[in-house]
């Protein structure tokens, strides 16, 4: 076992400092389904991520990935243990927090500088300051010419920049990312990781990016945790340090980059492994 | 031997990509102008073989009538009036009962549909009666309203109001339900309000469904206002079958059924209009052009 390389330090997941950004404290979530049955959807979890630190959660489908995510949001709360937000325990969605989505969750109803003026307009900024940030935003994520369009005249990349220019108006200090680029093609990709990493750089966020694309892990974090298969509990944390600005094109080819994901997958793969066997059983 | 130089071929390419598509457009065109044709011929055959089955009495014009009796009497309604008064007031008191109980029925199936979709108990309790009440035949209503308000306008907008008011609740109902999770999730977060999810969410994302049933409910509330005319009025259309009706006038009843058509056709052409104005962010379906 390798577990301790130069870049890829294990860490082991220690009970949280209180100045963390995000702190999941031993958070067990469980919920009775539909039929009644009780779910363990993640068990004695703990996590911290710190102020302006990018950290990657992988593993197996199913494994609570996205759970994690809405305990930090207060959508769901947890059955023991709890979870911090700034050093505050999650009472309501926080102001602080800005969320991409998976699937398209942009409005299509509203064209896209409308749909970038959402988050100040909720918030009640007044309308002219709203549209002059919206339009400053769309132009960082180079849309400039498609301030007018709706959202079905543009391209899958072009609206996760939307999407993206959407949530970061908000300045949130936490962002939650729910595997936002996995429908995206790999050209689109690559351009959406540095386009990220590009904002975020100006921002200097806690982010909590869940993924099941390991490089993509890699390449983005200061820090992967790795699940295993459901019910979800962390299995490792490693602490990546490649330097930083990244270039995603380019690092994918870093033989130090391959040699840590090498390490991570060896880690993640029995978990991988026991959730498609357990899925085969129970048909999901 | 000549050498075609590069430009050449390009200006060559140029002028039959020019030819290809005005080739391409003169098809469309002349598909075009065949529909056209063939719907006119449609119309002109069956016209005229209603009016020669008429005139050599292979139909009897008496219960049948005719094209020609048609227009007739509808010529002589403009010109003379009907027994009950001018037909421009008959038209103008049955889509004034329409139109009022086409409002009140699809505003109160709007808000009933965006509260009872947003609120998981009401929808709940209500559920059950929503289904007795929309099972019992609402035509069957018009007698009720007729003998509680009286032969006047009141119950034949009560009538068209019932007859709209289900169709619109359980389309705004269901475009609620159907409303994305994500996009209310993203709203949440983004900062919205439950007032404003309602606002800017809710209500566009349930707009298709409610605007779909605009279009069949605005029929139901002809029908219930013509209905109710048919069942007790002092003036209308629906008043104006039953006289034709009772007289054994049979080109009476096509010419008011035709004139009905004809209102009915107006005001869905309206309607679209309005729809493709309030959902004009949604793209275009491949099937809409060269209608």
Redesign the interface.
């Known amino acids: 076992m390798q577990s301790q390389t130069m870049a890829a330090e294990k860490l082991s997941p220690a009970a949280p400092p209180t100045d963390a950004a995000i702190a999941i404290d031993d958070v067990t979530l469980r919920f009775v389904t539909p039929d009644g049955h009780m779910m363990t959807a993640i068990r004695d979890f703990t996590m911290t991520v710190a102020r302006g630190e990018f950290a990657c959660v992988v593993g197996p489908t199913g494994c609570g990935k996205s759970t994690t995510l809405n305990l930090v949001t207060g959508l769901l709360r947890p059955t023991t243990g709890n979870v911090r937000v700034m050093g505050n325990p999650v009472t309501d969605i926080s102001r602080d927090i800005g969320f991409v989505f998976q699937a398209d969750a942009l409005f299509p109803w509203r064209s896209v500088i409308d749909n970038v003026a959402a988050g100040p307009l909720f918030r009640g900024t007044p309308k002219a300051q709203a549209y002059d940030k919206a339009r400053d935003w769309i132009g960082r994520v180079g849309l400039s010419r498609f301030e007018k369009h709706y959202p079905h005249q543009l391209s899958g990349g072009m609206r996760k920049r939307v999407a993206l220019a959407q949530t970061f108006i908000n300045q949130p200090k936490i962002l939650l990312m729910d595997e936002p680029f996995s429908a995206l093609d790999m050209q689109t990709r690559t351009a959406m990781q540095d386009e990220l990493l590009g904002l975020w750089s100006g921002l200097k966020s806690s982010v909590v990016f869940v993924t099941h694309d390991l490089e993509e892990a890699v390449a983005l974090a200061d820090k992967v945790y790795v699940l295993t298969a459901g019910p979800g509990t962390v299995k490792s944390v490693y602490r990546i340090d490649l330097p930083r600005p990244r270039v995603m094109a380019d690092i994918r080819y870093d033989p130090k980059f391959i040699e840590i994901a090498k390490v991570i997958w060896n880690d993640l793969r029995e978990e991988v492994q026991l959730g498609q066997s357990r899925g085969l059983q129970t048909g999901h | 031997m000549t050498a075609i130089s590069p430009t050449d071929q390009a200006a060559a390419r140029a002028t039959s990509i020019v030819a290809a598509e005005a080739q391409a457009k003169a098809r469309l065109r002349k598909r075009h102008a065949l529909v056209i044709g063939l719907r006119l011929a449609i119309l002109v055959v069956f016209l005229g073989l209603w009016e020669l089955c008429a005139d050599y009495n292979i139909i009897d014009p008496f219960f049948f009538s005719s094209p020609s009796g048609i227009w007739e009497q509808i010529w002589s309604w403009v010109t003379e009036g009907t027994s009950q008064g001018p037909l421009w007031l008959q038209i103008y008191v049955t889509l004034e009962e329409t139109f009022l109980g086409f409002a009140i029925g699809a505003v109160g199936g709007i808000v009933a549909g965006i509260i009872l979709g947003r609120n998981k108990l009401l929808a709940d309790v209500f559920s059950i009666y929503i289904k007795i009440a929309n099972s019992v035949p609402r035509v069957v209503l018009g007698s009720v309203f007729i003998i509680a308000l009286g032969l006047g306008m009141a119950s034949k907008v009560a009538l068209a109001v019932v007859m709209v008011f289900f169709v619109v609740f359980a389309n705004a109902f269901q475009g609620v339900r159907e409303a994305?999770r994500?996009?209310i999730?993203?709203?949440?977060?983004?900062?919205?309000?439950p007032m404003?999810i309602t606002t800017?969410?809710i209500i566009?994302?349930a707009?298709s469904w409610i605007l779909a049933s605009l279009h069949v409910s605005f029929g139901f509330a002809l029908v219930g206002a013509v209905v109710g005319e048919f069942l007790g009025a002092k003036q209308g259309m629906g008043l104006l079958i039953s006289t034709a009706q009772g007289a054994f006038n049979a080109n009476g009843v096509f010419a008011a059924m035709i004139i009905l058509a004809v209102m009915a056709l107006v005001v869905e052409f309206l309607i679209t209009r309005f729809e493709n104005y309030v959902?004009k962010?949604?793209?275009a379906p491949f099937n809409e052009q060269g209608t």
């Open positions: 994305d994500a996009m999730a993203n709203a949440q977060i983004l900062g919205a309000s404003q800017s969410v566009p994302s707009m959902v962010w949604r793209p």
